[in-house]
């Protein structure tokens, strides 16, 4: 895993390239039970840049899924970021499209102390369930 973090760029925390599987949900009632697939690209503390082939919006808020194990910023990671039913909840904060059905979408994680309406993180919204 290597750092990517250029001098001018003005990010609080590094960027590591960490290429894995990714799944994940938009929390919206129309795609809740669709289970997306992906790869994530890099990571920081803060959050993380992944392609999907599926479009999702900026301000969507998205459960995550991926292997934090074997990522040691993860320690860090898991006691800031809010984890909801062993996934991570963030914001898609940008998308890029890189052609046909494949979306670069940077994702803010976010954060235990940011407020989050409880729609969203009801079991019923975030996995399908009646």
């Not at 082939?53 to 993860?74: H, K, M, N, Q, Y």
Request: glycine share 6%; with cysteine.
């Amino acid at each position: 895993m290597e750092e990517t973090n250029s001098n001018n760029e003005r990010r609080e925390f590094s960027r590591i390239d960490y290429a894995a599987p990714l799944a994940c949900k938009i929390c919206k009632e129309e795609t809740i039970s669709k289970l997306f697939q992906g790869y994530t690209s890099n990571i920081s503390q803060a959050g993380l840049l992944c392609n999907l082939r599926e479009t999702v919006s900026p301000d969507d808020i998205i459960w995550l899924a991926f292997d934090r194990g074997t990522l040691i910023i993860c320690t860090e990671l898991e006691k800031h970021a809010l984890i909801y039913q062993n996934g991570i909840i963030g914001k898609v904060v940008r998308v890029e499209s890189k052609g046909r059905d494949n979306f670069d979408v940077g994702i803010k994680f976010i954060t235990r102390q940011e407020k989050v309406p409880e729609s969203i993180l009801s079991e019923n919204r975030i996995f399908g369930n009646e």
